[in-house]
């Protein structure tokens, strides 16, 4: 898989940043957890699994047992607050990739040299990826990977402004991090108050 320009500092641990930095699969799949659970947190879970499973890997992951899997994801600390659930959802992903993209999560932003509309679109075909999170990690593989199609910033939406604080494509280390966290909990007053 393709190496990284820079180092990522998602989950403010060395080693899982390191897995993060280097494999394609560990970074959707910490994007995958990061929903009602810690940011930070959310993109330790691929090396959780890796010092569990004795390496990480798509296609081991996608072939595990379902019930043995689950348990593993699930086991304290977990990789999620709703470890099992995830289980089954990072299964998904890893066999969907399979399916589509012959294992090679980089196909998603690089086959055909698609612009910003068309990986905005196979983003949010992946299991457990909707609108949001879609337009996030576009706005991460742009603002943190050096994967640029064409037209990413305008398909990610706000998450692609350059200079903003509004999720993990702006987390570069811990200040940027309390920086992001201080802009969901306004977001979150704001749409509160609004309701």
Same mark, same amino acid.
């Given at each position: 898989m393709p190496?990284?320009?820079r180092s990522l500092r998602l989950a403010q641990d060395p080693e899982a940043d390191r897995l993060l930095s280097t494999d394609d699969f560990a970074l959707l799949l910490g994007m995958l957890l990061d929903q009602? $659970?810690?940011m930070e947190h959310a993109f330790r879970g691929p090396q959780k699994l890796a010092e569990r499973m004795g390496g990480f890997g798509l296609r081991a992951?996608?072939?595990a047992d379902p019930a043995e899997f689950e348990e593993l994801a699930a086991t304290p600390?977990?990789?999620?607050? &709703?470890?099992?659930s995830m289980a089954r959802r990072a299964q998904? !992903?890893?066999? $969907?990739?399979?399916?589509? &993209?012959? #294992?090679?999560?980089? =196909?998603?932003? +690089?086959?055909? /040299?698609p612009d910003g509309k068309e990986v905005l679109r196979r983003l949010r075909e992946l299991p457990g990826f909707g609108e949001q999170k879609a337009k996030?990690? !576009?706005? !991460? !593989?742009?603002k943190q990977c050096d994967v640029r199609? +064409? #037209?990413?910033?305008?398909?990610?939406?706000? &998450?692609?402004? /350059? #200079?903003? =604080?509004r999720s993990v494509a702006d987390v570069v280390d811990a200040e940027t991090l309390?920086?992001?966290?201080?802009?969901?909990? =306004?977001?979150k007053a704001a749409a509160r108050s609004a309701s």
């Open positions: 190496r990284r320009p009602q $659970y810690p992951i996608a072939e600390p977990a990789i999620h607050r &709703y470890g099992r998904a !992903l890893a066999q $969907y990739i399979i399916e589509h &993209y012959d #294992g090679e999560p980089s =196909r998603i932003w +690089t086959e055909g /040299e996030i990690f !576009l706005a !991460l !593989l742009g199609p +064409t #037209g990413w910033r305008e398909s990610a939406g706000s &998450y692609g402004d /350059e #200079g903003s =604080r309390s920086e992001v966290r201080d802009f969901k909990k =306004r977001a």
